[in-house]
């Protein structure tokens, strides 16, 4: 079994997101934690597939054709 890598390190959420999540642990009986780190698991594949902000260059407007 892999040792778990417990480096500290603070996200910001908006409020309702972080209600959300909060509500969704105590209906799990989980931490917070526990629960976004699921949620980046699961959604990990999907958020890969985004464009890269690298991935739109200065002067590939749609304005500049026109």
Known sequence: MMASDKRKQSLYFPEEYLDEIRAESIRQ????SWIVQKAWEIARDKVKQFPSANDFLPGDDDEEEA
């Open 29 to 32: 009986d989980r931490s917070m």
